[in-house]
Structure formats: structure tokens, C-alpha cells
């Protein structure tokens, strides 16, 4: 048998003004109360190698990838997500280096540093992993070529440090075998020195190299002589 549902107008007045300061005092309680912040949590320093070797029974490749899954994963916290800048990158190079010394041949700690961690809006920190890109391309010139050819772009375009790329590129040059590093990748240096205003040493130096014989490639040979030749008309042009 249904019930019969009675107004709330039968309910006593007493009972009402208790249920409407009730509820007042939980509304109030509850627009006093702090709203929940995410807090970001500081990036740890890198555990030891010896570590990661046990933790991953002995497979290093395998650590090194985890090692940078988690530090990828760092900048998105729950709640909230950390801008690069915010990071302390000598303890993001730590992580990196970690990741390297455990696999030299994974590619990722160096892509991230150049086209990630490197990228970030923050001249003091672009030329913090710049020099941790260097270092690295030093021990492995061949295998590294890449991530060194993007700190020359870095240098020249986002720091706007001319010298900078320069040495960069000179780097790259003479620290790779011509037959492992791509023409393009060793030849920047002589088009930071164009870019700069540098056009003799330019044109000296790309002349240098084609008549070297280094490159054999006939479409890279090709593009590098008609640009010598339209560097050496515009040089003779300009000394009339």
C-alpha cells in the first residue's frame, strides 16, 4: 500500500530553521575550506649505474630506456604539469648521462636533450644541455653526429651566438669520418660562415673541400660547386 507523501509545509517551523542554519553552516564551512593544490614534486638526482644494473638484472639496454620513460614522464604530475625551465637540469643531464652510460648506442637521451630539453625557452639552460650534447658527441663522434648538428641550429637561430655555432660546427667537422656522417651534416660550418658574413672563409673553405676530393657523391659534388661558383660571382661582383 503506497504511503501518501506529505507537504513540507506540515513540517514544524522550529525543524525548518534548524535545516536551513545547518545548511548554511556547511556551505560556509566549505567556501572557507583551501581548494586541493597539485604541488610539483623536485626532479631526485639519478640513482647509481651499479644500481639500474641490479634493479634491471644485468639488461642495461632495458635500463636505459625505462630510465628515460620515467624521466619523460616527470614533467606530468598528477594534477599538474611542469614546465622544462622548472627542472634543474643539472639533475636532467644526470638522468641522461645515467641513460647513455648504460646503453652509448640508445639514440633517445640525445635526441630529448637536443630537441627537447634544449628547445626550452631559457638561454642558461639551452647552453647547459648544448654543452652536456657536446660532451657526449666527443666520446662518439660518428654515432652522434646528429644531435650535434642540431646544436648548431640551436646556437645560431635560438641563442643567437654566432661564435658559439661556429665552434659547434667546427667541431662536428673535424671530429667525423666523412664516409659514417652525412656531406651536410659535416659541411655547416662553412654555411654558419656564410650566414655570419664570413664569405671569404666561406668560399675558401668550399673550395678547400671540393677540390679535396672528399666528396664523391656527384649530386653533393654538384650543389657544392655551383655554390662555390655563385660565391665566387658574387665576390668578383662586389669588387667592382
Known amino acids: ?142 654515432q652522434r653526429w646528429a644531435a650535434m648538428a642540431h646544436t648548431v641550429f640551436l646556437a645560431r637561430h635560438r641563442l643567437q651566438d654566432k661564435p658559439l655555432a661556429l665552434a659547434l660546427a667546427g667541431q662536428l667537422r673535424a671530429a667525423t669520418d666523412p664516409s659514417k656522417v652525412p656531406g651536410w651534416a659535416r659541411q655547416m660550418e662553412i654555411f654558419v660562415l656564410e650566414d655570419i658574413g664570413e664569405i671569404e672563409a666561406a668560399r675558401v673553405m668550399l673550395g678547400g673541400l671540393v677540390a679535396s676530393g672528399e666528396v664523391t657523391d656527384p649530386g653533393e659534388l654538384a650543389f657544392l660547386q655551383k655554390r662555390l661558383a655563385q660565391m665566387q660571382a658574387d665576390d668578383s661582383g662586389n669588387s667592382h
Open 1 to 142: 500500500m503506497r504511503v501518501p507523501e506529505r507537504s513540507w509545509r506540515v513540517v514544524p517551523w522550529p525543524i525548518l530553521l534548524l535545516l536551513a542554519a545547518a545548511l548554511g553552516t556547511q556551505m560556509t564551512w566549505r567556501a572557507h575550506q583551501r581548494q586541493p593544490q597539485a604541488v610539483a614534486a623536485a626532479l631526485p638526482g639519478p640513482p647509481t649505474a651499479s644500481a639500474m644494473k641490479v634493479f634491471s638484472l644485468g639488461d642495461t639496454a632495458l635500463a636505459s630506456r625505462w630510465l628515460m620513460l620515467w624521466l619523460q614522464a616527470f614533467d606530468n604530475q598528477p594534477g599538474i604539469s611542469i614546465a622544462f625551465r622548472q627542472l634543474d637540469y643539472q639533475r636532467v643531464i644526470g638522468w641522461l648521462q645515467l641513460a647513455l652510460e648504460l646503453d652509448p648506442v640508445n639514440p633517445y637521451p640525445l635526441l630529448a636533450a637536443s630537441h627537447l630539453y634544449a628547445e626550452v625557452n631559457d638561454p642558461p639552460r639551452q647552453r647547459e644541455m648544448i654543452e652536456f650534447i657536446r660532451r657526449a658527441f666527443s666520446q662518439a663522434p660518428d
